[in-house]
């Protein structure tokens, strides 16, 4: 089965491989005030991914900040009565969006 899977990683990277080879066309992107930047597609879709992974690393990250007590705590995985609040909830607060 592991053959298999690499076999198959191998025909994609080669085909993406082919694609960029047959694509090194260059490309404008136009930027506000009527700057444009010319370049291969290639480079201008690597850039962009790259952009795009570091802004979601990013924002991942940002979501996680104040979380943490929670997580280490093991929030909503606890054996408690259904009634008692969990250890990141404040007495009186509902459970969730809906109240309950």
Do not use: D
């Amino acid at each position: 089965m592991k053959t298999v899977m690499w076999v198959i990683r191998l025909v994609v990277f080669m085909v993406v491989l082919w694609l960029a080879l047959a694509n090194q066309h260059n490309v404008q992107v136009f930027a506000p005030m009527g700057q444009v930047w010319q370049g291969p597609l290639v480079w201008v879709l690597l850039i962009t991914l790259l952009v795009g992974v570091a802004l979601g690393v990013f924002f991942y990250g940002a979501g996680l900040v104040g979380t943490a007590p929670c997580r280490q705590k093991g929030f909503g995985f606890s054996h408690r009565p259904s009634g008692s609040p969990t250890p990141c909830q404040a007495p009186g607060q509902p459970r969730n969006r809906l109240g309950r």
